[in-house]
């Protein structure tokens, strides 16, 4: 019979804090792609680029394989509710996993500022959905203090479990791969994802499955790119929300990441995002939510100020679906709507929209 994957706890129970007897709360998330993309590898110049599309995952974005993590860890607290700040991703994986536990989800977004896509998935899975007058570092300092004083479990990635459960993704590419990368970039937000995938490097070290790190690069976006100005920034704005974020909850250990792999950070433009985007989709065909495309762009970036360092092997992860935010996909370069044109029902109508000349 078939090999279903059975989730990132089961998968990889021996290299997490978990044992077979424990509450597994699971959606079989993991696992995903690994998938070549020749096209950009051609644009950055480099031997190969494999992108680690993370819209597989069964919410659509990386967040799931933390939250399988902490929420099994609450399930065994015996938490009765779990809360999350969002800028949309966690607010659906919290929401979805929480169906799953038998438990309440509360979620803090920034009004107006998350993708319907997300709000859909929250809303779908019964979230009590509070949308707050102020950012996303407004709502994670709330849930923070809400969790500390009321009997709700916090589930961003400031808690440790998080971490654990992403730090799988790093185990997958080597799985795949049989090595390292020599450099992996992803766009960087709250920073628990890159923090996470410098754990799980770390401890392939350490198991002797890899020789050396990859160099790890967090991508922001320019107007909210505090590891760039080097401070939180107060009032962050860019179109890829999901990484709107202007004070990091995991700053230490991101620049760690940074030191440690001899890695680094850069920022990208709205314009240079949304032109990777529409890149990913039309030559590598792998739809990404605009947020995603942030560490291809950074790369690419880089590449053309002759920045990049010398490698030849390169991972990209796409952290989320572009299902989630698919508004962008339908505007063309210059924004403007775009409409597929209509035909009356014949073929030949078509053919010659198309300009098909009939077979002799
Ligand atoms: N990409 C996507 C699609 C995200 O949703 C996020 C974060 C990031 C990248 C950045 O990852 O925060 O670990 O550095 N989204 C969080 C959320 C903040 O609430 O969904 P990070």
């Known amino acids: 019979m078939a090999h279903q994957w059975r989730g990132v ?8 804090p978990f044992q077979e007897s424990d509450p597994i709360i699971t959606l079989g998330e993991g696992g995903t792609p690994l998938i070549e993309a020749p096209a950009l590898a051609k644009l950055l110049d480099v031997g190969s680029v494999h992108l680690k599309f993370e819209g597989m995952n069964p919410t659509g974005s990386f967040k799931d ?31 979805a996993y929480a169906v799953k536990a038998g438990m309440q989800s509360v979620v803090l977004v920034p009004a107006g500022k998350i993708s319907w896509g997300k709000l859909s ?5 019964k979230a ?79 198991v002797g499955r890899i020789k050396k790190l990859p160099r790890l690069f967090g991508i922001q976006a320019a107007g909210s790119a505090p590891f760039i100005q080097g401070s939180p920034v107060a ?11 202007g004070n990091p909850a995991s700053w230490d250990l991101a620049q ?22 529409r890149f990913l989709s039309q030559e590598t065909g ?31 992860t796409v952290t989320g679906h572009g299902l989630k935010d698919p508004d962008w996909a339908l505007k063309d370069e210059s924004g403007r709507k775009i409409k597929p044109k209509k035909v009356s029902a014949t073929a030949q109508a078509v053919a010659e929209v198309l300009g098909l000349e009939r077979n002799k």
Request: aromatic share 6%.
């Open 128 to 206: 009590q959905i509070l949308q707050v007058r102020g950012n996303f570092d407004d709502c994670l300092r709330m849930a923070r203090d809400l969790s500390e004083n009321y009997p709700v479990f916090l589930v961003n990635s400031v808690n440790p479990d998080r971490l654990q459960g992403q730090k799988t993704a790093s185990f997958e590419v080597v799985d795949v791969l049989g090595d390292a990368p020599d450099l992996h970039a992803m766009p960087l937000g709250n920073a628990g994802n890159i923090s996470a995938y410098h754990l799980g490097y770390r401890e392939e070290v350490e």
């Open 65 to 95: 394989r933390g939250m399988t993590t902490a929420v099994s860890k609450a399930a065994a607290h015996g938490a009765q509710a779990v809360i999350a700040a969002s800028t949309g991703n966690t607010s659906a994986a919290a929401a």
């Open 286 to 316: 792998v739809f990404v939510e605009p947020s995603s495309a942030t560490g291809a762009a950074g790369l690419y970036k880089l590449a053309k100020q002759g920045e990049l360092p010398k490698v030849d092997r390169v991972v990209v």
């Open 256 to 277: 760690e990441a940074k030191r440690d792999t001899n890695g680094g950070f850069g920022s990208v433009t709205d314009k240079e995002i949304l032109w990777m985007h």
């Open 9 to 16: 706890i089961r998968e990889y129970i021996d290299r997490l």
């Open 235 to 245: 009032k962050p704005e860019t179109i890829a929300t999901a990484i709107r974020i």
């Open 121 to 125: 998935q929250a809303v779908a899975h």
